[in-house]
């Protein structure tokens, strides 16, 4: 059964740390990209980061030299260190795949950076 489990987020003050992880069934992480995405409220979902098999990482310009995409293929998991957090990166966060291999998605996790 294809399932994404999110978990590791909470409130946190600005500058701040958090570190969230996604368990994810083996079918998943068989694929080559997986990513992290993040949902504000009344905004659109967008990918905040992604990484290939090889741990290649990519991030989008707002995370860039303050999140690290992360996965453990022997475990299943993926994860993402979020360090310096600002208010602006409230939101769920969710794992999931990439593209044409998006999977349902899971519950997600919040993640609230206070001022």
């Known amino acids: 059964q294809v399932q994404l489990v999110e978990s590791g987020g909470g409130l946190v003050q600005a500058g701040g740390s958090l570190r969230l992880s996604c368990a994810a069934s083996?079918?998943?992480?068989?694929?080559?990209?997986l990513a992290w995405y993040r949902q504000a409220p009344g905004k659109q979902r967008d990918l905040v980061a992604t990484?290939?098999?090889?741990?290649?990482?990519k991030y989008a310009e707002s995370v860039k030299g303050r999140f690290t995409i992360s996965r453990d293929n022997a475990r299943n998991k993926l994860y993402l260190q979020m360090n310096n957090l600002k208010p602006e990166d409230t939101a769920v966060y969710y794992c999931n795949a990439v593209g044409p291999n998006l999977k349902p998605w899971g519950q997600g996790t919040q993640v609230t950076v206070s001022s």
């Open positions: 990484i290939t098999s090889a741990d290649t990482p």
């Open positions: 083996r079918t998943i992480f068989s694929i080559n990209l």
